[in-house]
């Protein structure tokens, strides 16, 4: 498909081009007529309000791609990137920003926190940011306020900066909560009969959709709590979870913190060996699991994983919900047998929070180890405070909202969806099954979900097999994109699956809680490119000397953090937090600069664009690149390729980098090498420098990922490393 530089401006475009897209002819002549009257109303407008009008009104989700992409990339034929910015792919309105959850903040108190400068949600948005930064504890209690937080005892104050020991601040010092507490009451919209969670199981797609009440979910809990409390553990204790991210373990989930214990968060997707590291490091006293996951008619193995790592106690819930499919290890209980344990209770669905102070310990977690170790991050009850602002803010997460994130509780988008969902007054969707196909995009449309998260690979299957034909989405407000780099080119067919609503970037990291930078409904949006740093939250760019680059001008470089941040780590279980995050950073304003290790790129316009790892860029030549940038081009430039991802690999006599490009081609494609190597050579020198050399190219089925399906390019370049020698200098 054309893209922007190749395609016709969209004024000259004729029926033929469009009948070239699929359309029968007399769909394309309609389609045309439509066309040239928007053209003709829009007149000398910009491009940015061209595309507005063509995509909110002339594309709808059945149309071919090709017509999508013809739109798009003829719309923007002419805009210049270096002088207006990445083209915006969606641009708000004044209304529906006056309703986001910024938006009626701002419309109530903006003149009052920002004097007459105020002008409106959008114009004033940027100016709220930075008075955010400077005024954080005024910006959380606003927050605060909206949410359904339960002090049993309120802070001594929301931020204090005076101990330099303690680099990114203490929050919210004094206070007494419990978490769960907070997500299970009943607060402002929120009510008991609130739906908490909608969800159904793989292959009842015809079915009705089960739902949840906050009232029965609270008794739930407090069920699954009591229970726990007859396990003779103490106060304190780590309690893992393994298992699918289900309506059960959301449940035990909130019981553990509940009762005054810490969740210990494994992906269900972990080997024994994976699952015995995470309990030997957390030294998790039980785990939840379940005896199989279920998959279509697949039964995968899931208790057995759990023994074979010598797991503690298991308390094991059928995948089916009814019958156990095995038997139980000597001490281990069914799900049933553990909720009789609370049987002599009388009001066994009731139970009172286990009030915490709020720097305890609340969830572990464990980072992807994408450039390394995996490392185990607690979590305070002040982090989930951190998830449900950002979703507040950057997912305009609102009472009344159903927010849908395929996820696992092992990963931190998996409590981020209870906290951001719960505190906010929203429901969660869960789809209990696998998200690749038609029937995830089903309950998507049933469940009329609101918000729904996303990672690139995921949009990159639904894409390629064109699983989410003819579904409505049109209930979405905005997707949500975390997780990796994602190309422009999926994001524009995904943002087209839903009449074109704005994909939001979300970048931070599982010891951030949240994001760093990210995306809002009162920004335009660009695809692939975050609009704002999150609120209350400050990034620098550093050059290679690490000083930070002006905050008004386009560059590229490690991004750092000025570390006074809601709910991030301070500790870490298996690692020095000092040595990872603050050794060797440079100071900012009198304070350490927090290290992240992502590179970045702020554009023309202030967006800003990821790089990929810092770890994963090469010196070619001289410059230094990020593999995200070389990949961005190479994914383009077959039809064939699936995806590439692109390693710098020392030669046998060291030197400089060579450029290895390893690709994915779509399935039932062929491509010689050499062939391979000329059109990548060819893309890369024509699109980013001409000096760009390809020294090699290899075709994989697969890459190599992390169990949260991040490509693994220090595995590649590993690899990659070993098979380098003199006599393979050109072919891999
Ligand atoms: N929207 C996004 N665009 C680009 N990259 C992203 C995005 N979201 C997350 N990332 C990448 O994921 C990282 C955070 O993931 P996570 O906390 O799981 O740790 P990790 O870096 O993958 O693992 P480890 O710290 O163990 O190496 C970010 O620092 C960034 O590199």
């Known amino acids: 498909m054309a893209t922007t530089e190749e395609s016709k401006s969209v004024e000259s475009l004729t029926r033929v081009d469009i009948v070239g897209t699929g359309l029968s002819s007399y769909a394309a002549h309609i389609f045309h007529q439509e066309l040239r009257r928007v053209l003709a109303e829009v007149g000398h407008s910009t491009p940015a309000a061209t595309w507005q009008r063509i995509s909110q009104q002339l594309l709808r989700p059945e149309h071919p791609y090709t017509l999508h992409q013809l739109m798009y990339y003829s719309t923007f034929r002419t805009w210049d990137p270096a002088v207006h910015g990445p083209p915006p792919s969606w641009i708000p309105n004044l209304g529906s920003a006056r309703l986001t959850n910024l938006g009626q903040l701002l419309e109530s108190k903006g003149v009052e926190l920002l004097g007459s400068q105020y002008a409106n949600p959008i114009d004033s948005y940027s100016a709220f940011q930075r008075w955010s930064v400077q005024h954080p504890e005024r910006y959380f209690q606003l927050v605060f306020e909206e949410e359904s937080i339960v002090f049993h005892k309120q802070p001594h104050c929301i931020l204090d900066t005076s101990n330099e020991a303690i680099p990114g601040g203490q929050w919210l010092p004094g206070a007494a909560l419990n978490i769960a507490e907070s997500c299970l009451a009943s607060k402002g919209k929120k009510t008991d009969s609130s739906t908490a969670i909608i969800w159904r199981d793989e292959g009842e797609d015809e079915l009705p959709l089960k739902t949840l009440t906050l009232a029965h979910l609270r008794a739930l809990v407090s069920q699954v709590a009591n229970a726990l409390e007859c396990l003779g553990l103490q106060q304190g204790d780590a309690i893992a979870i393994d298992m699918p991210m289900n309506v059960y373990a959301v449940t035990a989930y909130l019981a553990i913190i ?375 081009v190479c994914n383009k430039a077959h039809e064939a390729v699936l995806e590439t991802a692109a390693i710098g690999v020392q030669g046998p006599n060291g030197g400089p980098d060579q450029l290895v490009i390893v690709a994915v081609l779509k399935k039932g494609n062929q491509i010689g090498l050499d062939e391979l190597q000329k059109i990548f050579s060819l893309a890369v020198s024509s699109k980013l420098n001409p000096l760009f050399k390809v020294s090699a190219v290899a075709v994989v089925p697969e890459f190599p990922r992390t169990a949260s399906n991040k490509v693994m390019r220090r595995v590649l370049r590993s690899q990659f490393t070993k098979k380098m020698n003199p006599s393979m200098t050109s072919k891999l």
Not at 358 to 379: D, Q
Not at 427 to 435: D, E, K, R, S, V
Not at 456 to 471: D, I, N, Q, R
């Open 258 to 632: 509940l009762a005054g214990f810490v969740v210990v968060s494994i992906a269900d997707s972990f080997v024994p060996n994976e699952i015995r590291v995470r309990i030997q490091i957390s030294k998790a006293k039980a785990i939840f699991t379940q005896d199989h996951i279920l998959r279509g008619a697949k039964k995968l193995p899931l208790y057995s994983r759990v023994v074979e790592a010598q797991g503690p106690l298991a308390i094991v819930i059928p995948a089916d919900g009814k019958s156990m499919g095995l038997q139980l290890r000597e001490g281990d209980l069914s799900w049933d047998d553990f909720l009789s344990c609370s049987n002599h209770l009388s009001r066994p669905n009731e139970y009172k929070a286990v009030v915490q102070p709020i720097e305890a310990h609340a969830n572990i977690l464990f980072s992807s180890g994408t450039t390394g170790e995996p490392k185990a991050i607690p979590w305070t009850h002040v982090t989930p405070l951190r998830c449900s602002t950002d979703a507040w803010a950057h997912q305009d997460i609102r009472y009344g909202d159903v927010f849908a994130w395929p996820t696992n509780l092992g990963w931190m988008m998996g409590p981020y969806l209870i906290f951001g969902s719960f505190l906010n007054g929203a429901t969660i969707a869960l789809y209990n099954g696998a998200p690749h196909g038609h029937s995830f995009g089903k309950f998507v449309q049933d469940a009329r979900v609101t918000q729904l998260g996303v990672v690139p690979s995921l949009v990159k299957t639904w894409k390629s097999t064109g699983c989410m034909a003819s579904l409505d989405w049109s209930s979405i407000r905005c997707f949500c994109s975390t997780g990796e780099a994602s190309s422009p080119d999926d994001y524009l067919w995904l943002s087209g699956r839903a009449g074109y609503k704005p994909v939001l970037e979300a970048c931070g990291g599982t010891e951030v809680g949240g994001s760093y930078v990210g995306g809002s409904l009162v920004q335009p949006q660009s695809f692939s490119c975050f609009s704002t740093p999150v609120m209350a939250n400050e990034l620098v760019i550093l050059d290679e000397s690490g000083n930070p680059f002006p905050d008004n001008e386009p560059c590229i470089g490690e991004v750092a953090l000025v570390p006074i941040m809601l709910g991030a780590s301070s500790t870490l279980l298996n690692a020095d937090h000092d040595s990872v995050y603050f050794k060797g950073m440079p100071f900012f304003r009198g304070r350490q600069l927090r290290r992240h290790g992502d590179m970045f790129e702020r554009l023309v316009g202030g967006f800003y664009k990821a790089h990929g790892r810092a770890d994963d860029t090469m010196n070619l030549g001289g410059i230094k690149t990020s593999a995200v940038e070389i990949e961005r």
